[in-house]
């Protein structure tokens, strides 16, 4: 049998209402501290919640800025990011200088050997080592913020922190193992198997094929998300376990080669009646989707750090080569079409800067509910960084193109201004690629509805549960619908704080941040109204009401710690001047989605995508040859010993 029909034997057939109801049973369910982000996506502005903007302790932030101090000699003397780059490969001299200086164990505790940094410094310290190699930014980050660490922070047993944050924190490198070769978001159609054994139950043996495992081929660790059957005594479902790289039955048969992060130490790994002890287990059977998404709530942070350190760097190149390079009489940079870019870049990095601070120290307070705050700091972040990246090319012109190595062979100073573009463009699809950040966030900014309204729109509910359900919506609407008409946003003297004298005026930002976001909700609540069921197919309006919260909520971000600058830092008018132009800017593109709310092309181009896929386009294709080689779309990926090389390389 060929393998482009082998199939997969273990692959769950599962329908797309089925599908969703796995990853709504994974949702947390409940709000019990206040969230920012889902006020201002229900209409209201609560500005208590950020503002005054909340700090670190000075004990905390003296462990922080040591640590950094320390790491920043290490990427200065260390690191050389040309060489990972040339040779596709974080040497095993710089992974293990790491280890001693404690970066793998910057998120765990003291007590267990690791650095105890809070959020806001393990931020700071990614987009440091992230700006002199992002590959050695997404090892350490794997490492914590979605390997072995996480899980076990919130959800292992004392004797699972006991046996491995030790090990995690000084020697060993953890991954994280979900996707599969024909399993991307919709895990519910996950194959790798967890069977209890039958003697005496006291271990699981694992089969199935985990890709993009990033750190896999160097792990020691792995977390791995398997699916236990149903059974006497087992609960099954999707399961979380702690898997030893080095067990038997376990095989890298591939290392990963990508686009960028090309020191990324990214495979395939095969598990072959992998026996794993029952006490590897995290949490009860059935809870690996909800402890991965639960992981993924701080741990989404660690992207924007990175993404933050990226546009730091832009600016830097932008604002040196722009200086020095001139053209019709006066640097470049003073000609409005390259300023601009600089503009952007600038007011950007500020933003982006604001809404990860702010992110990180609400986790580190843990006094918020951050899970909408966390996804839209990956996926303004993400975003906003590709484009920032981007206009850095641009204004490098051909000198953007040509690599670093190639300007050095010629005698110019070696500036990787395309490599950060291809490192960057990876960071839309990890952790949950763009479209379904965009999901996932509507979700939970629909949640209020949903609750009151759920049964409204689903097909399997009785007349009587709608009829009730009627009611509690019609109770919700009338108390709520008459606060989104007028608010503080249309009161002239609102938010006088952030009107100081001698500085740019923010207070305006903050009342249209207000009016926003009532406007918002009733764009939300117009949409629920007229589509009602079908309102989860409409992804474009969905991205649509996504973006503009996330610019409302970075606009917001930058207002206040511009107001935290100005008390706390010399820097202070001119974090207010960055701020300005950043919530101008944003408003552009604000006033833009509302726009596209309401006119846009989504149902004509999905009568394309349908003409596409039916073949009616096929003469549009003609005139080319594809470069493609043979081969399935999608590898094979079923259970059985491997027939490849193991390529897996601990540190040494």
């Known amino acids: 049998m060929s393998l482009l029909s082998a199939p997969h034997s273990t692959q769950p057939k599962v329908s797309e209402r089925e599908a969703r109801q796995v990853a709504e049973a994974a949702r947390e369910q409940d709000w019990r501290k206040p969230s920012f982000a889902k006020e201002l996506f229900l209409g209201r502005f609560r500005l208590d919640l950020i503002h005054p903007h909340p700090l670190p302790s000075d004990e905390a932030a003296q462990r922080g800025e040591e640590f950094l101090a320390k790491l920043r000699d290490f990427c200065e003397t260390k690191i050389d990011g040309a060489r990972i780059e040339r040779e596709a490969l974080i040497p095993d001299e710089v992974v293990n200088g790491l280890k001693e200086l404690g970066a793998l164990g910057m998120k765990i505790d003291t007590k267990y050997g690791g650095l105890g940094l809070t959020q806001v410094y393990y931020n700071k310290a990614l987009a440091l080592v992230g700006s002199a190699n992002p590959a050695i930014g997404a090892l350490l980050s794997a490492h914590q913020s979605i390997g072995v660490p996480q899980p076990l922070k919130l959800f292992g047993t004392q004797e699972q922190r006991d046996a491995f944050l030790p090990r995690c924190a ?23 198997t967890a069977v209890p054994d039958g003697d005496g139950g006291d271990h699981y043996v694992l089969d199935g094929v985990k890709l993009w495992t990033t750190n896999g081929v160097v792990a020691d660790l792995l977390v791995v998300m398997a699916r236990v059957p149903k059974s006497e005594g087992h609960k099954g479902g999707i399961t979380a376990f702690v898997v030893e790289a080095a067990a038997e039955g376990v095989t890298v048969e591939n290392r990963n080669a ?21 006490a590897n287990r995290i949490g009860p059977e059935g809870a690996g989707l909800k402890i991965a998404l639960t ?3 701080t741990g989404r942070l660690s992207l924007p750090a990175m993404c933050v350190g990226a546009g730091k760097w832009c600016l830097k190149i932008a604002r040196e080569w722009s200086s020095a390079r001139e053209q019709w009489g006066r640097p470049v940079a003073y000609h409005e079409a390259v ?49 920032m990246a981007d206009e850095l090319v641009q204004i490098r012109g051909g000198r953007g193109f040509e690599t670093a190595e190639s300007l050095a062979a010629r005698g110019e100073r070696a500036v990787p201004a395309e490599q950060i573009l291809r490192d960057l463009r990876i960071n839309r699809i990890f952790e949950g690629s763009t479209e379904i950040m965009h999901l996932l966030i509507a979700r939970e900014a629909v949640d209020a509805h949903l609750k009151v309204a759920g049964d409204l729109i689903d097909p399997d509910k009785t007349l009587s549960d709608k009829a ?11 108390r709520w619908l008459p606060k989104l008409v007028a608010g503080p946003g249309q009161l002239p003297r609102s938010y006088a704080d952030f009107n100081p004298a001698g500085h740019a005026d923010l207070s305006g930002h903050l009342r249209y941040v207000e009016r926003t976001a009532r406007k918002l909700a009733r764009s939300t609540f117009y949409a629920m109204s007229r589509w009602q069921g079908r309102m989860e197919t409409k992804q474009g309006f969905l991205g649509r009401i996504v973006d503009i919260g996330a610019e409302l909520f970075a606009m917001s971000a930058a207002c206040v710690r511009a107001e935290l600058l100005r008390t706390t830092e010399e820097y202070g008018r001119e974090a207010y001047q960055l701020a300005d132009t950043f919530c101008r800017q944003s408003r552009i593109r604000v ?62």
């Open 591 to 652: 006033d833009e989605l509302f726009g596209r709310l309401w006119t846009n092309t989504d149902d004509l181009d999905g009568k394309v995508v349908k003409g596409v896929l039916s073949g009616t386009y096929t003469w549009l294709e003609q005139g080319v040859v594809d470069p493609s080689g043979d081969g399935p779309w999608i590898a094979d990926a079923t259970p059985g010993p491997s027939t490849r090389e193991n390529v897996h390389r601990p540190i040494r």
């Open 339 to 387: 300023g601009s870019k600089i503009s952007f870049i600038a007011a950007t990095t500020f933003a982006l800067e604001a809404v990860l601070d702010l992110s990180s120290q609400m986790a580190d307070e843990d006094r918020n509910d951050i899970r909408i705050e966390a996804a839209l700091a990956k996926l303004y972040g993400s975003e906003m960084a590709c484009l």
């Open 258 to 278: 990508f686009m960028g992060l090309r020191g990324l130490e990214n495979g395939v790994t095969r598990f072959h009646q992998v026996r794993v002890p029952a």
């Open 170 to 192: 000084r020697t060993d490198i953890s991954a994280f193992l979900l996707t599969e070769p024909d399993v991307g978001s919709d895990p519910a159609r996950l194959a790798t």
């Open 295 to 297: 992981t993924l709530n």
């Open 468 to 478: 009730r359900a009627g009611a509690a919506a019609g109770a919700f609407y009338a």
